[in-house]
């Protein structure tokens, strides 16, 4: 099990730039898939970023060329790089851990861009 804790969140204008931290309450070298999800009012939950113990990405396409996830295994911590933001990527972002084919969920932060 790993719990886990968004920051970073707030509110921005369009073209600007946030930060997101993930902090684990493990360590997360084992954990071999770890990312970022965002969920915008009235819609489902969709995948924004993921990576793997060895530093492998994967992004939605929607923001390829904008946001960059990487991890520090050292600080227990996964970080969303989020640039050029949008009003479309108004939502609350979370962060996944999945630990033998379990899905770990922290809080959520707020993000809102404004236009």
């Known amino acids: 099990q790993v719990q886990l804790v968004e920051s970073g969140g707030g509110l921005v204008q369009a073209g600007g730039s946030l930060r997101l931290s993930c902090a684990a309450s493990?360590?997360?070298?084992?954990?071999?898939?770890m990312g970022w999800y965002r969920q915008a009012p009235g819609k489902q939950r969709e995948l924004v970023a993921t990576?793997?113990?060895?530093?492998?990405?994967n992004y939605a396409d929607s923001v390829k060329g904008r946001f960059t996830v990487s991890r520090d295994n050292a600080k227990n911590t996964v970080y969303l790089q989020m640039n050029s933001l949008k009003p479309e990527d108004t939502a609350v972002y979370y962060c996944?851990?999945?630990?033998?084919?379990?899905?770990?969920w922290g809080q959520g932060t707020q993000v809102t861009v404004s236009s």
């Open positions: 996944n851990a999945n630990i033998l084919w379990s899905d770990y």
């Open positions: 493990r360590s997360i070298s084992g954990i071999n898939a």
């Open positions: 990576i793997t113990s060895g530093g492998s990405t």
